[in-house]
């Protein structure tokens, strides 16, 4: 069973079904687009359409990070190294739909207004939070390269993309503080992300600086996330 696994991880139609699969979120979304555009109005994107894919691409965004950081749990659990070769694609489907997420407020709700956006930033502690994670991803998306870990060094460069664990938590408490009364998914998906992080705590290997291998000279093709 664990080789059949291994094998059906291992090949390249499971990780092209995995890409469209990450693409549902915005094709379901297509549909209500296209009724608002044509017909005025879509009874799925509610009386305020912007505010309603504001917070789907957000949520979106909080889940596919939540997907990727649990690469590395459910890797070790079911002794499945090819699991990991998921995390890059799902890493930076997290960065494509935190991209909408920002468009649809910066461009549908401020109009490109920068000091608008600006204002924002500085008032409201949900959305100083919710940037802060946002500028957190951006050089996790740039470097996510083979190139970008030869030129940095795989130990800085993992370093770097740890940066993923802060841009989540950021997330989670963006969420949090935006809503008003109903708490109970930033507060799961919080659960979620502590839980992830207990896990890590707990399998964590020390190892003495002396006894570290060198930098690979070669770029693990696996990953674009820290374990």
Same mark, same amino acid.
């Given at each position: ?30 549909? +209500? $687009?296209?009724?608002?555009? %044509? =017909? &005025?109005?879509?009874?799925? /994107? ?92 951006? +050089? $996790?998306?740039?470097?996510? %390269? =083979? &190139?970008?870990?030869?030129? /940095? ?75």
């Amino acid at each position: 069973m664990s080789k059949l696994l291994g094998k059906i991880l291992g090949s390249r139609w499971t990780k092209a079904a995995v890409f469209l699969l990450c693409l549902v979120p915005i094709l379901l979304l297509a549909r +209500p $687009l296209w009724m608002l555009a %044509t =017909a &005025g109005y879509s009874p799925q /994107l509610t009386a305020n359409p912007i505010e309603y894919i504001t917070h789907y691409t957000g949520t979106w965004t909080i889940r596919f990070l939540l997907i990727t950081l649990s690469v590395t749990p459910f890797r070790k659990i079911f002794n499945q190294p090819k699991i990991a070769r998921y995390r890059r694609m799902l890493g930076l489907f997290a960065f494509f739909y935190v991209c909408l997420h920002f468009l649809t407020w910066f461009v549908l709700d401020k109009f490109f207004s920068f000091p608008e956006m600006w204002a924002d930033i500085l008032k409201r502690r949900y959305i100083t939070v919710g940037m802060l994670g946002f500028a957190m991803l951006l +050089p $996790l998306a740039v470097t996510s %390269t =083979a &190139g970008w870990v030869r030129r /940095l060094g795989f130990v800085k460069w993992q370093r770097l993309h740890r940066l993923i664990y802060f841009a989540a938590l950021a997330g989670v408490i963006h969420y949090y503080w935006l809503v008003k009364s109903d708490v109970r998914l930033p507060l799961m998906y919080g659960a979620i992300l502590g839980i992830l992080m207990l896990y890590r705590l707990a399998t964590r290997k020390p190892t003495p600086r002396a006894a570290r291998a060198p930098e690979p000279a070669t770029t693990p093709n696996t990953a674009s996330l820290p374990d």
